[in-house]
């Protein structure tokens, strides 16, 4: 970040210089610009959830989480239910959690301020952008703490509520969620269910909600009904926009996304990255195994989505269903490398090639995208995706490894090496606090485009080394 | 149907009139109907507040009427014209008036999504007074103080019979209530995508006074040579011009100008010249014109006539041959609109077709127009938001630059002769 607020009344402006892997033009001196897309926060925030226990708190924080840090914001969550099961190693029954309970008050206290300890450690010397404090925060007198350590830190603050009092809704998350934890590992499920329904109990007689007026000066939003109806009070930055946006589009109604490349295409079969080819014949037997995987599925009111490329298009057509095209899921634009064989790369942009599998997620091609790239133009994909119910998006390698990483939570250094074969479907299906993953191949051959980390990614080393992992083709 | 909900001097025409500039502009084709023109139409002469009693059974009658055929319109812009939302803008502050709005779409089959606006601060109120109804039609050649006593007044008659979206009462239909111009929402029932986005902007606009500067990069090599794209450093009178807008914008005195620019060359060194943080925009990149990358007007005539005849007969959605359209090109800027809005002064740096789009969204141009909306090198757009739209002043920083702006020819037949083609491209060496 550039520290220098002032003008500075050079002659002439500094010389640029791209960096040469991630393409991006920076004064070459020795001063770092933190380059972010879109500078979100000038602090670190501490997004603090508040409500019952079953109300789906850490549902959301551990969503909030994926989302955040797949966009490129580095957060994370702090449960304080967490640090309470490391503390007392054993949980008896709900008597812990009684508002008299002098000792059990003394332990949860402790294990609060060991959380917040823990997010000043990720906030302030870690580097992190965002920390989710999940817990209950049921009082006035805790938030209070919370919002003052804060202030002393100099991060800002965001309240997540969630109300509910819709009884399925808590049967049905007690049964996800809580009879799996490991507080109730030894117990049937019927004492589960009693015991957790008295720890309820225990918190509601001191819970007071954020309110109108005496909170007016917070900033926070207020889920009621499982995202029925949203009160947004005093939203501060584009952070906390971002999060509100984000919360008023998900929802819980259980629904199946089906991810899969297009058929296997005529450049396919060469080794050829890119391009606009259509289907091979093997692609387009696959189109037709698709179709029938579709009907067998007996999907309710499933929509279809395609890029705007031929091959993911062709595939769709094949289904017999209406589908929609959208240019943000087109393929990754490899730049002057369109429609290039790996070897052809290596040939004429050896250093290229090297850099590229140094840091696969933030290389661009040449007048092309980075995976860092594509993550920003999927995100519109992935918000329409959250607001969606059963769904089947046919698109591409690098465009589904980066919406698999999002449902499956995985890093940017894995991103980049996701198996994503052709004439595979993976069906996701939303599963208590993630996803369920089932990979279905549908039994056509097709070649393998999958091209894993060479061991040698110097800018030296030989061809056959650089050319170690391309898988074969014609 | 979007529509709107509250007392006079609540913004409700300053969102309606956003609202409707933005989805447009997203490409949601959306029409405001206000039903207080529909009034001024069938009245002819605003006398007083007294019209707008609640026992003037007679303006009564009138009011009424006009809502219903402004309602019948709203029909015909559905049905004949094919637009997408409607916007209703009137005070809709009693449950009868918007039982008749619900029956209407529910027997039409549209959806409905009510936006409230609930202020009680009588600053805001007086300021909005000030800035949009001491110029309106009603109020023409009236005295300054008379006017805001009998707005007062006329306020006053709404008041008695409004009632607000009920939390209880209203909870199955679809509303965003925003209190005190936004320091407080409720969102009840989002329906759909489009009243998703609807929530979302509403969210991010704001009335705060500020000032947005455009201006393209200085001069580039390229531009020199008459060459589209690419990434190309600056001339030296590119140059010159980064130099003379440093010195411009320290003449503004502007207070928290933040500086955003492409991932170009050309636009980092434009900022870079003015010695302050800026941040690095990809979203902001030129329009990529994909295979005619580098290329003259004379070159992409000769290597691709038809493209190029293409491109002229509907510049606004012909997309380059593995490259962008113009249509692309607003998808991709949408959420530096979007952050345009929560910011307050700000500096965009720029190339001509996205300097076209922003402008666009900011002066409410279609289609049609945006393409061709001139922006010249070397010159800087400062607009300020003021009542219901954009006050722009284009100020020229003196530093010669090559013209880059081709017009729509007269010919845009694909058999065109190439001299008839390359009619209106500009000079260059």
Same mark, same amino acid.
């Given at each position: 970040?550039?520290?220098?607020?002032?003008?500075?009344?050079?002659?002439?402006?500094?010389?640029?210089?791209?960096?040469?892997?991630?393409?991006?033009?920076?004064?070459?001196?020795?001063?770092?610009?933190?380059?972010?897309?879109?500078?979100?926060?000038?602090?670190?925030?501490?997004?603090?959830?508040?409500?019952?226990?079953?109300?789906?708190?850490?549902?959301?924080?551990?969503?909030?989480?994926?989302?955040?840090?797949?966009?490129?914001?580095?957060?994370?969550?702090?449960?304080?239910?967490?640090?309470?099961?490391?503390?007392?190693?054993?949980?008896?029954?709900?008597?812990?959690?009684?508002?008299?309970?002098?000792?059990?008050?003394?332990?949860?206290?402790?294990?609060?301020?060991?959380?917040?300890?823990?997010?000043?450690?990720?906030?302030?010397?870690?580097?992190?952008?965002?920390?989710?404090?999940?817990?209950?925060?049921?009082?006035?007198?805790?938030?209070?703490?919370?919002?003052?350590?804060?202030?002393?830190?100099?991060?800002?603050?965001?309240?997540?509520?969630?109300?509910?009092?819709?009884?399925?809704?808590?049967?049905?998350?007690?049964?996800?969620?809580?009879?799996?934890?490991?507080?109730?590992?030894?117990?049937?499920?019927?004492?589960?269910?009693?015991?957790?329904?008295?720890?309820?109990?225990?918190?509601?007689?001191?819970?007071?909600?954020?309110?109108?007026?005496?909170?007016?000066?917070?900033?926070?939003?207020?889920?009621?009904?499982?995202?029925?109806?949203?009160?947004?009070?005093?939203?501060?930055?584009?952070?906390?926009?971002?999060?509100?946006?984000?919360?008023?589009?998900?929802?819980?109604?259980?629904?199946?996304?089906?991810?899969?490349?297009?058929?296997?295409?005529?450049?396919?079969?060469?080794?050829?990255?890119?391009?606009?080819?259509?289907?091979?014949?093997?692609?387009?037997?696959?189109?037709?195994?698709?179709?029938?995987?579709?009907?067998?599925?007996?999907?309710?009111?499933?929509?279809?989505?395609?890029?705007?490329?031929?091959?993911?298009?062709?595939?769709?057509?094949?289904?017999?269903?209406?589908?929609?095209?959208?240019?943000?899921?087109?393929?990754?634009?490899?730049?002057?490398?369109?429609?290039?064989?790996?070897?052809?790369?290596?040939?004429?942009?050896?250093?290229?090639?090297?850099?590229?599998?140094?840091?696969?997620?933030?290389?661009?091609?040449?007048?092309?995208?980075?995976?860092?790239?594509?993550?920003?133009?999927?995100?519109?994909?992935?918000?329409?995706?959250?607001?969606?119910?059963?769904?089947?998006?046919?698109?591409?390698?690098?465009?589904?490894?980066?919406?698999?990483?999002?449902?499956?939570?995985?890093?940017?250094?894995?991103?980049?090496?996701?198996?994503?074969?052709?004439?595979?479907?993976?069906?996701?299906?939303?599963?208590?606090?993630?996803?369920?993953?089932?990979?279905?191949?549908?039994?056509?051959?097709?070649?393998?485009?999958?091209?894993?980390?060479?061991?040698?990614?110097?800018?030296?080393?030989?061809?056959?080394?650089?050319?170690?992992?391309?898988?074969?083709?014609? | 149907?979007?529509?709107?909900?509250?007392?006079?001097?609540?913004?409700?025409?300053?969102?309606?009139?956003?609202?409707? +500039?933005?989805?447009?502009?997203?490409?949601?084709?959306?029409?405001?109907?206000?039903?207080?023109?529909?009034?001024?139409?069938?009245?002819?002469?605003?006398?007083?507040?007294?019209?707008?009693?609640?026992?003037?059974?007679?303006?009564?009658?009138?009011?009424?009427?006009?809502?219903?055929?402004?309602?019948?319109?709203?029909?015909?812009?559905?049905?004949?014209?094919?637009?997408?939302?409607?916007?209703?803008?009137?005070?809709?502050?009693?449950?009868?008036?918007?039982?008749?709005?619900?029956?209407?779409?529910?027997?039409?089959?549209?959806?409905?999504?009510?936006?409230?606006?609930?202020?009680?601060?009588?600053?805001?109120?007086?300021?909005?007074?000030?800035?949009?109804?001491?110029?309106?039609?009603?109020?023409?050649?009236?005295?300054?103080?008379?006017?805001?006593?009998?707005?007062?007044?006329?306020?006053?008659?709404?008041?008695?019979?409004?009632?607000?979206?009920?939390?209880?009462?209203?909870?199955?239909?679809?509303?965003?209530?925003?209190?005190?111009?936004?320091?407080?929402?409720?969102?009840?029932?989002?329906?759909?995508?489009?009243?998703?986005?609807?929530?979302?902007?509403?969210?991010?606009?704001?009335?705060?006074?500020?000032?947005?500067?455009?201006?393209?990069?200085?001069?580039?090599?390229?531009?020199?040579?008459?060459?589209?794209?690419?990434?190309?450093?600056?001339?030296?009178?590119?140059?010159?011009?980064?130099?003379?807008?440093?010195?411009?914008?320290?003449?503004?005195?502007?207070?928290?100008?933040?500086?955003?620019?492409?991932?170009?060359?050309?636009?980092?060194?434009?900022?870079?010249?003015?010695?302050?943080?800026?941040?690095?925009?990809?979203?902001?990149?030129?329009?990529?014109?994909?295979?005619?990358?580098?290329?003259?007007?004379?070159?992409?005539?000769?290597?691709?006539?038809?493209?190029?005849?293409?491109?002229?007969?509907?510049?606004?959605?012909? +997309?380059?041959?593995?490259?962008?359209?113009?249509?692309?090109?607003?998808?991709?800027?949408?959420?530096?609109?979007?952050?345009?809005?929560?910011?307050?002064?700000?500096?965009?740096?720029?190339?001509?077709?996205?300097?076209?789009?922003?402008?666009?969204?900011?002066?409410?141009?279609?289609?049609?127009?945006?393409?061709?909306?001139?922006?010249?090198?070397?010159?800087?757009?400062?607009?300020?938001?003021?009542?219901?739209?954009?006050?722009?002043?284009?100020?020229?920083?003196?530093?010669?630059?090559?013209?880059?702006?081709?017009?729509?020819?007269?010919?845009?037949?694909?058999?065109?002769?190439?001299?008839?083609?390359?009619?209106?491209?500009?000079?260059?060496?």
């Amino acid at each position: 970040m550039l520290d220098n607020d002032e003008f500075r009344l050079e002659t002439s402006p500094r010389e640029l210089t791209q960096n040469p892997l991630r393409k991006i033009w920076m004064p070459c001196v020795n001063e770092h610009i933190a380059h972010r897309r879109v500078c979100m926060t000038n602090c670190p925030t501490v997004i603090v959830t508040v409500g019952l226990p079953a109300r789906g708190k850490t549902y959301i924080s551990k969503k909030l989480t994926r989302y955040l840090n797949w966009i490129g914001v580095p957060t994370k969550e702090f449960n304080v239910g967490q640090y309470r099961r490391e503390c007392l190693k054993i949980y008896k029954s709900f008597e812990f959690f009684r508002p008299d309970n002098e000792e059990g008050l003394k332990i949860r206290r402790q294990c609060a301020t060991a959380a917040l300890n823990d997010v000043r450690q990720y906030l302030s010397v870690e580097g992190g952008q965002v920390a989710v404090f999940d817990a209950t925060n049921t009082t006035r007198e805790r938030r209070g703490t919370i919002v003052k350590f804060a202030e002393q830190n100099g991060y800002k603050v965001f309240f997540v509520e969630s109300v509910c009092e819709d009884p399925d809704v808590i049967a049905q998350n007690i049964v996800q969620v809580k009879l799996g934890s490991p507080d109730y590992i030894h117990c049937d499920t019927e004492e589960a269910i009693e015991d957790f329904m008295k720890r309820i109990k225990c918190y509601e007689s001191s819970y007071q909600p954020l309110d109108e007026v005496l909170d007016r000066d917070l900033s926070y939003i207020k889920i009621m009904d499982v995202g029925r109806r949203y009160l947004v009070n005093r939203v501060m930055d584009h952070i906390q926009s971002r999060i509100v946006y984000y919360l008023m589009n998900i929802h819980i109604t259980p629904r199946s996304i089906y991810l899969c490349r297009h058929g296997e295409s005529d450049l396919n079969i060469k080794g050829r990255i890119g391009g606009d080819s259509g289907l091979s014949t093997r692609g387009q037997e696959f189109a037709k195994s698709l179709r029938k995987f579709i009907q067998d599925q007996d999907i309710k009111d499933l929509k279809v989505w395609t890029s705007q490329m031929k091959r993911t298009i062709q595939t769709a057509e094949c289904l017999g269903v209406p589908y929609e095209q959208w240019k943000s899921l087109n393929e990754i634009d490899a730049g002057v490398c369109e429609e290039m064989m790996y070897e052809e790369i290596q040939e004429h942009y050896p250093l290229e090639f090297a850099m590229r599998d140094q840091d696969k997620y933030r290389y661009r091609y040449p007048k092309g995208e980075s995976y860092e790239d594509l993550v920003q133009r999927l995100e519109p994909v992935i918000m329409e995706l959250e607001r969606q119910k059963n769904i089947l998006v046919v698109c591409h390698q690098a465009v589904m490894r980066c919406l698999l990483a999002y449902f499956l939570d995985k890093t940017a250094d894995e991103l980049p090496y996701l198996k994503c074969p052709l004439h595979t479907v993976l069906k996701l299906t939303p599963m208590a606090y993630g996803c369920k993953v089932e990979s279905v191949y549908l039994g056509i051959d097709s070649v393998n485009t999958h091209r894993d980390r060479p061991e040698n990614v110097t800018v030296q080393r030989s061809t056959e080394d650089a050319l170690e992992t391309v898988p074969a083709h014609f | 149907m979007i529509v709107m909900v509250g007392l006079p001097a609540r913004g409700k025409t300053y969102i309606s009139k956003k609202m409707t +500039r933005y989805l447009n502009w997203i490409g949601v084709t959306t029409k405001v109907f206000n039903v207080g023109q529909y009034r001024r139409d069938a009245t002819r002469i605003y006398n007083s507040f007294e019209f707008f009693r609640p026992d003037n059974t007679e303006a009564m009658k009138i009011r009424k009427a006009c809502a219903i055929t402004a309602l019948k319109d709203v029909c015909d812009y559905f049905t004949k014209e094919l637009g997408q939302v409607v916007v209703f803008d009137a005070t809709n502050t009693t449950a009868e008036r918007r039982e008749l709005i619900l029956s209407f779409a529910k027997e039409n089959g549209y959806k409905v999504f009510f936006v409230e606006s609930i202020c009680d601060d009588p600053d805001i109120i007086e300021e909005n007074i000030k800035q949009v109804k001491l110029s309106s039609p009603d109020y023409v050649g009236c005295d300054k103080e008379e006017a805001v006593a009998d707005f007062l007044k006329r306020i006053e008659c709404y008041k008695q019979t409004y009632v607000p979206l009920d939390d209880d009462k209203d909870r199955s239909l679809s509303y965003i209530k925003i209190f005190n111009v936004g320091s407080r929402y409720l969102v009840n029932r989002v329906q759909d995508h489009i009243q998703s986005r609807i929530v979302y902007y509403l969210m991010n606009i704001h009335v705060t006074p500020r000032s947005i500067y455009l201006c393209r990069h200085g001069e580039s090599e390229l531009n020199l040579t008459g060459r589209i794209g690419g990434d190309s450093g600056l001339s030296s009178r590119g140059a010159q011009f980064a130099s003379a807008l440093g010195t411009y914008l320290r003449g503004q005195c502007i207070s928290d100008l933040k500086v955003w620019t492409s991932h170009m060359k050309r636009t980092i060194q434009t900022a870079e010249a003015l010695g302050v943080q800026y941040e690095q925009w990809k979203a902001l990149n030129e329009i990529d014109a994909g295979v005619c990358e580098e290329m003259t007007y004379e070159e992409i005539q000769e290597n691709y006539p038809e493209e190029f005849a293409l491109r002229d007969q509907d510049k606004y959605r012909y +997309r380059y041959p593995r490259g962008e359209s113009y249509e692309d090109l607003v998808q991709r800027l949408e959420p530096v609109i979007m952050e345009l809005e929560r910011q307050e002064n700000v500096l965009v740096i720029c190339h001509q077709a996205v300097m076209r789009c922003l402008l666009a969204y900011f002066l409410d141009k279609s289609a049609g127009e945006l393409p061709y909306l001139k922006c010249p090198l070397h010159t800087v757009l400062k607009l300020t938001p003021v009542a219901y739209g954009c006050k722009v002043e284009s100020v020229f920083l003196n530093i010669e630059a090559v013209n880059t702006h081709r017009d729509k020819p007269v010919n845009v037949d694909v058999d065109r002769d190439p001299a008839e083609a390359l009619e209106t491209v500009p000079d260059h060496i």
